[in-house]
């Protein structure tokens, strides 16, 4: 019998396979792409590390798409940015978003605006929480905020009241009216 691949042995197809049926691997699927440019892929499942996607593209190592064809997650090489398209949700019962490794650096998010950027920031080098215009933290602070809890403004500090004359309270209890 010609064009047969034994069961027991294994073999390759060089040709394309479909299925009606589910696949199910024992092991990890590889899945060959362009061989002579490195784009090979795997699926795998350990019980540790749950759904492992590797992959070797020279844009992404790994991108998953929608149904639309449209990237909704793609995880770069080289350690650049893992983009998402839509919008990004922290569940659970105490969610957490962790933001930098306890190094020696700069953590920020970034809020992309037409004319301007703004950033809300820890900078490093101060240890102080920060808010300030445009991406890079120390640019232009606006808030600071220390390791005492001392707030500080860079510049005038506006209160607005509405139908009642705003006040400001000291830490010692008295009130001053802003009106």
């Not at 199910?24 to 590390?49: F, H, K, N, Q």
């Not at 659970?92 to 700069?106: F, H, Q, Y």
């Not at 860079?154 to 209160?159: M, Q, R």
Request: hydrophobic share 40%; aromatic share 4%; glycine share 14%.
């Amino acid at each position: 019998i010609g064009d047969v691949v034994p069961a027991s042995s294994g073999g390759t197809f060089s040709g394309a396979i479909t299925s009606n049926g589910d696949i199910t691997s024992g092991g990890t699927l590889y899945v060959t792409g362009d061989t002579a440019s490195g784009d090979d892929a795997a699926i795998g499942y350990t019980a540790a590390e749950g759904l492992i996607l590797t992959g070797q593209g020279s844009t992404n190592d790994v991108t998953i798409k929608n149904d639309a064809d449209t990237a909704v997650i793609q995880i770069p090489t080289g350690g650049t940015a893992t983009t998402f398209a839509g919008d990004v949700s922290v569940l659970g019962a105490t969610p957490t978003l962790t933001i930098g490794d306890a190094g020696a650096e700069d953590a920020k998010i970034v809020f992309d605006g037409n004319a301007q950027d703004f950033y809300v920031g820890l900078d490093d080098s101060a240890d102080d929480l920060v808010i300030g215009l445009g991406s890079a933290v120390g640019t232009t602070p606006a808030i600071s905020i220390d390791e005492n809890v001392l707030v500080t403004v860079a510049d005038d500090v506006s209160v607005v009241g509405r139908a009642f004359s705003p006040t400001l309270t000291t830490n010692l209890g008295s009130a001053i009216n802003l009106a």
